[in-house]
Structures are given as C-alpha cells and as structure tokens.
C-alpha cells in the first residue's frame, strides 16, 4: 500500500525526518523511545485522508501533501519581530506566555506574575529537567489520531500550566503563539491542569510575524478541569494567508466542573481544530461554540468531539460559519452518548452564511445516543443571506454594504455572544469586525 | 410643491406585466389612498418606489421632487425622504431595535449632511415617540421584529416614520393584520405624522382604515393602472358597490 511520508526534503525519507530532529527535541531517557513509538504510529497510518471518517471533508493528504521540516530556533531578529506582532494581538489585562516558532520565549513573557497563583514551566524545561523519565508521560499519544501522534513525537515546546485547588486566576492567560519562518513547521504541546474548585481563562492566539510564509503548525492542548473547576478556553487562529494550522484539544471535565470552549479561525490556508472533550464527571457542563470566517482559499474545519461518559451533564454547541470567495468552512459536531450516561442533555446547532457562488460548507452533526433517558437536539443549515432583509435595511438607508455588515454581525453574534466574559467577547468581536471590514 | 411624479409606469416582474401605464402626482401636504383588489398592484408599486430589486421598469418616470428615482440606489431614495412601511415587515434576530434604530437614524443623518445624535439625544427621542405608541422598552431590547404580533410590528413602522422624518410616507397595507384597538392606535401615530410639508400614500384594500386616516384623494388601481381618482367619498363608493366594476373598465 502507497503511503504518503513525511519529507523533510525531497527524497528524504520519514525516519530520517525524525532522526534529524530527534537531537533538537528536548527530554532523555525514556522519552525519545516514546517519541520514537509515536512516530511509528504516525508514519504506519500517514497523513489523515478523505477515507477516515473523521477527515472525510479534511483530506490533509490531498491538501498539504508533506509535512515540513523541524523550524529553526529562533534568533534575536525573529523574536523581535514575532514581539511586534504579538503586541497587536494581546488581550488587555492578560498574563501573556509566548511561542515563537514552536519555542517558549521567556524574554516575552509575563512569567514572574502570578507566580503564587500559577505554576508554569516550559515543557522543554519539564523534560529536560526531570530526573527519571517521569515526565515522559508528557509526550505519550493518547488517541490513534496520526496529527496528535505526530505532535507527540516532534513537540519542542510547550507551556505546563497548573493552577491550584480553589485558585482563581481572574486575568485571563493568553499563550500567544507567533511563527517568524518559512517554509517550516512547529509542533508544539501544551498541558493546563485545573485542580479542584479552581477558575481560570485561557486564550490561545495564533498568529504570524511579518514575512513569515508557508509555514506548518501542530499544536496539542491537554486539559484537566478537575472536579468543580471551571476553564474557559478560547482559540483564535490568524495565521498567515498561505499557512497550515492543525490545532487538537484533548479536554476532560471531572464532577460539576464547567467547560466554556469557543474557536475562531479567520485567516490561514488550511486550518483544523479539533477538540476531544470528556464530560467525565457526573454534572459537569460543556458550552462549545465558534465562528469561522472563510474567505480567499481557506479551508478551515472545527471538529468537536464530546464525550458525555457519565449520567447529568449537559453539552450545548453552536457554531457559525461565513464562507466567501472560494472558501470551505467545515463542522463536525459528534456527540457520543455512552449507555450509563442517563439525563444527558446536549444541543447542537450549526449555520453557515454563504456570500458568494464558489463558497462552501460541509455541516456535519453526528449523535449515537445509548442511552434512553435523554434529551439532545440539533440543527443544521446554510444559505445565502436574506435579501429580504437586507431591502428592509437599505430601505431604512442602510448602505447595502452597511446592511449586509449588520446582518453578518448578528449572524455570528448568535455564537459569540455565549462567550461568558465581556472583555473577551468584546476581543473577538473586535477580531470579526476586523475581518469584515476587509472583506466587503 | 409636487413631491411625487409618476408618469406612465410600466414594471414587469419575470417579464409579465404588472404596471401598466400609471400616472400619480402627489403634492407635499396630500394624502392618498390607493385602493384595489388583490394583484392589481399596488404592493409592486409601492416596492418599485422604494427601490425593491426584481422588478424590470420597462416604462416611464418616477421623480421626487424633480430628481429621476430610479437611476438611485434604496439607501439614496430612504435619504432623499422615501419611507415605505411594508406591509411584512422583517425579523431581524441578533439586531436589537435599538440598535438598529440608531444605525439608521445616523445613517440618514450623515447622508442629509446632518451629525449624529448623542446617545441621550437619541434615548430621548425614541422614548418619546415609543412612549405614544404604546411600544415598551422590553420591545426596544429585542432583536428588531423579533417575537413581536402583527400589531406590534406595524407600531414599530410608525415609530421609525417618525423617527426618520421623510417627506414621502407610502404605508403599503398598514392596516393587515391588526385589531380595531391597534388599529386606533397606529392610525393615531400616522395622523399625528400629517404635515404641510409631508406627503402619505396610503395603500389598503379596505375603507375601514380611511375613517382613521382621512384622505384627501382616493385613486382606484385595477390591473396595474389608475382606473378612477376622486375625493375620499370615492372610498365610500367602493365599500358600497365593490371593485368589480372597475375590473372591466381597465
């Protein structure tokens, strides 16, 4: 069987691309074994394709074809530039935590706040500075997906963040995470651990400094909101215009603990998130929700997964998506039922907004209920926008690009407006505006 | 001072005709009753003056106070002073009405050369004007038509007319759709809106409506043509003898 390899250039085979790297990528001991295993499980699989359900709209395969080799460690020049371009992105008040290029950028960063109330480490220092392979566990696959195992083998970097029993973090923690090269890729993963009863809000940015072109980026987030915790996570891609970006979210939600999840993607080439979450503690809640903003060739899927493993919890997802040009959006929205999670209570609705004649969206809700004792609804639809509605605003002396403007808000509203903290849905709401200014 | 000129108006929608040769001339300070039957065309013609897409003017002339109508844009025609009331009027969720009295209100105003109002400026306004329609501030906060009874709706129309000052008012069935008491009320709001300076077309299939808001012409539309003008007694003409007549004289 033929299978598609990762290159780090032109006739280099896929061992060699992790060998090449293996002596780049922080952790000894057992780790580069564990590295070395999760390789294997990638490479025996390859690069996810239209065949596997899970990939059926997102054929990597066909779209990136190879993976990109290792980015370089960034110098003093990138990490001035990729300053610069984080700057225009951060959240007022945040603790801001830098990547650059797939590498923990402490000069960046705001790392001495907060010290009381928040541990965090760079993975690299997680794995290197451990004295046994302890840690290793770090870099374990936890799912078949070949993207997550491959982050699992090439991860350089990453944030270790945990937060205390009871400890409210109340500015919110925004790991900014900026890409300086070309032609590169980065993998980087991230652990967040919320221990009993703690309250924390976590932005993911991704963005790209200027100049940066063409580049891959593989991003695993692992979470943990223990039992009456309470996360709210919130994930922004705006890469650049010809970039990739395959982002996973492994999230498990312990007893009465609330999840508040939302994903905006709204530049990039090639765009995936994924999120894996488990309502694992009986009373636990899940609001899911998120916008794309498709235009140019952007194709950009958000996939979630839930879980409801126990009885009493309660998942609600909404997303919208607004495709122009000759974008693709994708949903998929699966919800698994298991048969003791009696008194389930899970929504899902999901609308695309299409602009203009070449655009497209893939809308796909998946329920497998087994348990009887349940109550879970869901929607899906897409169209064009109303003309209806936007004569009656034109006739009100709108312009037609002010009405469509109007409309296009309120569309994507109906997602936003789930997102809890005011200073944070006014963040987003300002990085929509943005984009439609542009577009029309 | 003639606001409205129509001049032998021809508008066919997926090329079948619907206007046929209309002329109407209304002055500042008029108003008009437009009456007929179902599919004579009377919603046609209050879209075409709006500016409502779909429609193909195969025909004649609309001018606004000299100006040729049709060559402007929706937005142009609401600037210049057109209002229409439809007779559906939209719900638009996730836009409160609020918010969207304000977008507009402010976009009129900067296209007649006008600043924007302060924010205690335009809250004044509106209260007041809600406040003699009986529209709550709950109504205000929600999504714009959204939720509201057929009553409600056609009062928020007469608090936009109110709330955006045009000179020309065309209330496209302003009466469907509601009871003798919601009835009374926005007969009230549309009154208190005459003016020597303003001009209303008024377009209902029924008399009724005309006791409330008394014309100073009646114009009988039947298959896409003025079939006979007169006074308000006409109204009264066609209550007691029915359209029919007039379907075999166009």
């Not at chain 1, 090639?270 to 636990?284: D, K």
């Not at chain 2, 409600?152 to 302003?174: G, H, T, W, Y």
């Amino acid at each position: 069987m033929k299978q598609v390899l990762a290159k780090a250039d032109a006739g280099c085979a896929t061992s060699n691309f992790l060998a090449a790297a293996l002596e780049r990528l922080p952790g000894a001991g057992l780790v580069p074994h564990i590295r070395a295993r999760a390789f294997e499980a990638y490479a025996r699989a390859g690069l996810p394709h239209r065949r596997m359900e899970a990939w059926r709209y997102t054929d990597l395969r066909a779209l990136i074809g190879e993976v990109l080799p290792l980015a370089p460690r960034p110098d003093a020049a990138a990490l001035a530039r990729a300053k610069a371009s984080a700057r225009r992105v951060a959240v007022d008040q945040a603790v801001k935590l830098v990547l650059v290029d797939g590498i923990f950028a402490p000069e960046l960063s705001d790392l001495g706040e907060l010290k009381n109330e928040l541990h965090v480490q760079s993975l690299r220092e997680v794995l290197e500075n451990s004295a046994t392979g302890a840690m290793a566990g770090l870099v374990l696959s936890t799912t078949d997906d070949a993207v997550i195992a491959l982050n699992a083998a090439m991860a350089s970097d990453g944030l270790v963040i945990s937060i205390a029993e009871g400890n409210t973090i109340r500015r919110p923690i925004q790991i900014v995470q900026v890409a300086t090269g070309s032609s590169v890729s980065a993998f980087t993963r991230s652990y967040l651990q919320l221990d009993k009863g703690a309250h924390a809000t976590v932005v993911q940015s991704f963005i790209s400094a200027e100049g940066a072109s063409g580049y891959q980026a593989n991003d695993v987030l692992i979470a943990l909101a223990g039992d009456e915790a309470s996360l709210s996570h919130l994930r922004i891609a705006a890469d650049a215009a010809d970039a990739v970006n395959i982002s996973s979210g492994i999230i498990a939600v312990g007893t009465r603990a609330k999840l508040d999840l939302f994903s905006m993607t709204c530049s990039g080439s090639i765009n995936r998130y994924q999120g894996f979450v488990t309502l694992g503690g009986e009373g636990s809640k899940l609001s899911a929700n998120g916008v794309n903003l498709v235009k140019d060739k952007l194709h950009a899927d958000t996939t979630i997964v839930v879980d409801h493993a126990v009885p009493h919890c309660t998942s609600r997802q909404k997303f919208r998506a607004v495709v122009d040009d000759c974008g693709r959006s994708v949903f998929q929205g699966r919800i698994v039922v298991r048969p003791v999670a009696q008194k389930t209570v899970a929504s899902l609705s999901t609308r695309a907004l299409l602009l203009s004649d070449q655009a497209a969206a893939d809308n796909k809700p998946e329920l497998e209920i087994s348990a009887d004792d349940v109550t879970c609804s869901h929607g899906a639809t897409s169209g064009a926008l109303d003309n209806n509605l936007v004569f009656y605003l034109r006739a009100r002396g709108l312009s037609e690009k002010d009405a469509q403007m109007l409309l296009i808000k309120a569309f994507i509203g109906e997602s936003i407006e789930e997102i809890f903290a005011d200073n944070l849905r006014d963040f987003v709401t300002a990085q929509a505006e943005h984009w439609l200014q542009e577009r029309l | 001072m003639t606001l409205l000129e129509i001049q032998d108006l021809n508008v066919g929608v997926d090329s079948r005709e619907i206007i046929r040769g209309l002329d109407l001339m209304v002055n500042a300070g008029e108003v008009h009753a437009i009456m007929g039957p179902n599919g004579s065309g009377k919603s046609t013609l209050s879209h075409v003056i709006a500016g409502k897409s779909g429609y193909e003017v195969t025909g004649g002339h609309i001018l606004f106070r000299g100006e040729d109508l049709l060559e402007m844009e929706p937005n142009e025609r609401a600037a210049k002073g057109v209002f229409l009331a439809f007779q559906y009027p939209v719900e638009i969720p996730g836009v409160t009405t609020m918010n969207f009295l304000r977008t507009a209100l402010n976009a009129l105003r900067k296209a007649r050369g006008r600043g924007e109002l302060s924010t205690p400026e335009f809250l004044k306004k509106v209260r007041e004007v809600a406040g003699s329609l009986n529209i709550t501030r709950d109504m205000l906060k929600r999504g714009v038509n959204v939720g509201f009874s057929g009553g409600e709706k056609k009062r928020n129309e007469v608090l936009q007319m109110a709330l955006f000052e045009p000179s020309l008012c065309i209330l496209d069935e302003i009466d469907s759709g509601l009871d003798i008491d919601a009835l009374r009320i926005v007969a009230s709001g549309i009154n208190g809106l005459r003016s020597p300076e303003r001009a209303m077309i008024v377009i209902t299939h029924y008399q009724r409506l005309l006791h409330y808001i008394v014309p100073d012409y009646v114009h009988v539309m039947s298959k896409g043509r003025v079939v006979k003008s007169g006074g308000k007694e006409l109204a009264l003409e066609l209550e007691a003898c029915g359209y029919a007549q007039f379907e075999t004289a166009a």
